[in-house]
């Protein structure tokens, strides 16, 4: 069974830096995309940062420069190093993955499949973690 577990929120005022952590266990496939997406009160939930099992890393605009994804494979664990914080970029923040099929090359279905960086192309989520940035 597949557990994505995050930690790492809390509250920091603007300009501030925050560390998310997603432990990640039972997902043991050697192919695969994790993203992190947040959630403000009242919008919808959008994609800030990916990767892929390769490495490869690619960010929505409003979070480059500021926001940096990496991953862990020895703690089975993905991050999200935030820095510069703003107060729009409160929200929830999950963590989600999903397994390549062996018929696709990583990068692809990472990144260019039609869908690859929307919510619902992602089966596995953890539970979220609040941040909260104050101006």
């Known amino acids: 069974q597949v557990q994505l577990v995050e930690s790492g929120g809390g509250s920091v005022q603007s300009g501030g830096s925050l560390r998310l952590s997603c432990a990640a266990s039972g997902f043991t496939v050697s192919r695969y995309c994790m993203g992190w997406f947040r959630q403000a009160p009242g919008k919808e939930r959008e994609g800030v940062a990916y990767i892929d099992s390769n490495g490869s890393t690619s960010y929505v605009d409003s979070v480059k420069g500021r926001f940096t994804i990496s991953q862990d494979n020895a703690k089975n664990t993905l991050y999200l190093e935030m820095n510069s914080l703003k107060a729009e970029d409160t929200a929830m923040y999950y963590c989600?993955?999903?397994?390549?099929?062996?018929?696709?090359?990583?990068?692809?279905?990472?990144?260019?499949?039609?869908?690859?960086?929307?919510?619902?192309?992602?089966?596995?989520w953890g539970q979220g973690t609040q941040v909260t940035v104050s101006s």
């Open positions: 989600a993955a999903v397994q390549v099929p062996s018929y696709h090359n990583v990068g692809y279905y990472c990144f260019a499949r039609r869908g690859a960086y929307e919510y619902n192309y992602y089966n596995y």
